[in-house]
């Protein structure tokens, strides 16, 4: 299986409520990227989170690191319709000096 | 705001055509990459360039070529085009390294063109 998978595949909710998506890899990382995709556009980079950091917030996106797990969640809080689209992580492995991307979670925000 | 534009959102060809996908930034980026993106195969790296003239293979080379003549456009080079070459492209760029030669500076994050999707018929 590949560095970064996300899980779930796929995710549908409600307006307003809370949506996590997670990441787990393999290899000992530097930093660990959020990015979001809307349909047939490319990707937009929303979070970077360190090796040694556990928590980062920003506007309604807050993100976990546990790299003792090799893994991390991306939470949006109180979601809107304009959150539909599909998220990445990212993860900047340690020696590889590249990004490598997950298959990513789509994500339906219904009205 | 960094702004990195791809010559053409769709496009249609043969098989057997050389196929030209350019990519161009405007905030003196040193990095830039080709990635190609399948469903349920994410994002893989074709190839990628830290200086005018150098390139480095990603993950995925074969069948592709690219080239930088300047810093600010990063040409993919589709040299006989295939029907497994149908894809959807994304250029990237990143700001720069430190130190030079390295792909990237830690921490850095990248910035995406709007994609082409290419169909190969």
């Known amino acids: 299986s590949q560095q970064g998978e996300e899980d779930p595949q796929a995710l549908s909710i409600q307006e307003g409520e809370n949506a996590t998506m997670n990441c787990s890899y393999k290899?000992?990382?530097?930093?660990l990227q959020w990015y979001r995709q809307n349909s047939g556009r490319g990707l937009v980079h929303l979070i970077l989170i360190r090796s040694n950091e556990r928590e980062k917030h920003s506007g309604r996106l807050r993100v976990t690191l546990d790299t003792s797990k090799k893994s991390s969640s991306l939470l949006i809080t109180a979601s809107r319709a304009a959150d539909t689209a599909s998220y990445f992580c990212?993860?900047?492995?340690?020696?590889?000096?590249?990004?490598?991307f997950g298959q990513g979670t789509r994500l339906t925000i219904n009205p | 705001d960094v702004k990195v534009t791809q010559s053409s959102r769709y496009l249609v060809k043969r098989t057997g055509e050389k196929v030209f996908l350019e990519c161009v930034q405007d905030m003196d980026h040193e990095n830039m990459f080709w990635y190609r993106q399948d469903p349920g195969l994410g994002l893989r790296l074709i190839y990628f360039s830290y200086d005018v003239k150098m390139k480095e293979k990603g993950d995925i080379p074969e069948g592709y070529s690219v080239s930088r003549e300047k810093k600010e456009r990063f040409s993919l080079i589709l040299e006989s085009a295939s029907t497994n070459q149908t894809s959807m492209y994304l250029c990237?760029?990143?700001?720069?390294?430190?130190?030079?030669?390295?792909?990237?500076?830690?921490?850095?994050?990248?910035?995406f063109g709007s994609g082409t999707q290419l169909s190969v018929l």
């Open positions: 990212a993860t900047d492995i340690q020696g590889a000096q590249k990004l490598v």
């Open positions: 290899t000992s990382i530097n930093n």
């Open positions: 990237a760029s990143s700001l720069g390294t430190d130190p030079p030669g390295w792909l990237r500076r830690r921490g850095e994050k990248l910035f």
